[in-house]
């Protein structure tokens, strides 16, 4: 009995004695921001959020911003900004400007991959203007900058942004024949939008696909449940919600340069009609008509943004990657000379399974 106590005893005497931080002694950083000012300097911007009263309901964020010529720099002067020491474990947000990315955020990418205290599901994203401004920015939300704009993101995956994240444009960074792409943000007044997405080749920003043409993005990436988009058709506006799709590959290879076959298959229905003097009943001769209309956007679309990712040199939709992982003898360099010649042929299959109502 003496031996357990005194055992106790040394326990109670060793947790004593550690330094234990609470939340309430760190800085928690939840969102970080980069900008381009000029060839040797960048500016950095974090978002610290301060909890009011339970009663009240309320958050603030403390924004801190620092000029430095590195990101070693970076981090030593934003601690000397902080009363508290800073905590990047909780890290939700990291964004860069479009200029920034446009030079390349090389350095941002190897030191993110290489940091312990940041997970791999926070959300990367290219401001359209100053992070600075988005981040300090107020919005119609009773919730700190971060969870605001992680909610935009994540309501957009749902529908028709790609899937995205750190740990999506790390393996896309370090793969072969494969490259990455974020989501393009824009703050308009009293809120953030999703304007597109940033097409990068490895580590640079080369391209920006509006919002209207990210559906065809994710339906050459993934599997679509929930996407929509609106066409013109010869008899008005028409929009159409896809409620199932799968995309394959095939390649061959019957002289030097390969060839590669893309089949989009999905489900759909048409959801909204603005048009004058058609009926939205459904009816086989309207339902065709619509089904050829629909597949003939899609594949002149997804040939179109693939004949840019080769004008642009990259390639995020992985044909590369698809083409080493099929093919013996795969060469890097002997890839790259002949991407821009490889014919990439797009088919569509498209099936309307219901009409909505006129409007």
């Excluded at 030593?76 to 390349?104: C, F, T, W």
């Excluded at 290219?126 to 605001?148: C, F, M, R, S, W």
């Excluded at 058609?278 to 004949?307: C, D, G, H």
């Amino acid at each position: 009995m003496r031996g357990k106590l005194l055992s106790v005893l040394c326990l109670i005497f060793a947790a004593g004695c550690n330094n234990i931080d609470s939340v309430e002694d760190r800085a928690i950083v939840q969102i970080s921001g980069y900008d381009y000012i000029d060839e040797n300097r960048i500016k950095g911007t974090v978002g610290i959020p301060q909890y009011g009263e339970e009663s009240a309901r309320t958050v603030e964020e403390l924004n801190l911003t620092v000029e430095t010529e590195s990101l070693k720099e970076f981090d030593i002067q934003i601690q000397n900004e902080s009363s508290k020491p800073l905590s990047m474990g909780k890290l939700e947000v990291n964004l860069y400007n479009e200029d920034l990315a446009s030079r390349g955020i090389t350095e941002f990418m190897d030191i993110l991959s290489r940091d312990p205290r940041i997970g791999r599901n926070i959300y990367l994203g290219i401001v359209d203007g100053d992070t600075q401004k988005l981040i300090e920015g107020e919005y119609n939300q009773n919730e700190t900058t971060a969870k605001y704009l992680k909610g935009i993101i994540e309501n957009n995956i749902d529908q028709n942004l790609p899937k995205t994240n750190l740990h999506y444009f790390l393996y896309a960074y370090y793969a072969d024949g494969l490259d990455g792409y974020l989501p393009y943000l824009k703050k308009k007044n009293s809120h953030i939008e999703v304007s597109g997405i940033s097409i990068f080749k490895e580590a640079s920003q080369v391209a920006v696909i509006p919002a209207e043409d990210t559906l065809i993005l994710k339906l050459l990436k993934e599997k679509v449940e929930k996407g929509s988009q609106t066409i013109q058709t010869e008899d008005g506006r028409v929009g159409m919600e896809i409620t199932d799709s799968n995309t394959s590959y095939q390649v061959k290879k019957t002289g030097d340069v390969p060839r590669f076959f893309v089949n989009i298959t999905m489900k759909g229905f048409i959801n909204e009609m603005k048009e004058t003097g058609v009926e939205s009943q459904k009816n086989p001769t309207r339902i065709n008509k619509l089904e050829e209309e629909f597949s003939t956007y899609y594949q002149s679309k997804a040939e179109e943004m693939i004949e840019l990712f080769k004008d642009n040199e990259t390639d995020p939709i992985g044909l590369g990657n698809i083409y080493k992982n099929r093919m013996r003898n795969f060469d890097k360099q002997v890839w790259e000379e002949q991407y821009s010649e490889v014919l990439v042929e797009v088919n569509v299959d498209l099936k309307i399974t219901g009409m909505g109502i006129s409007l």
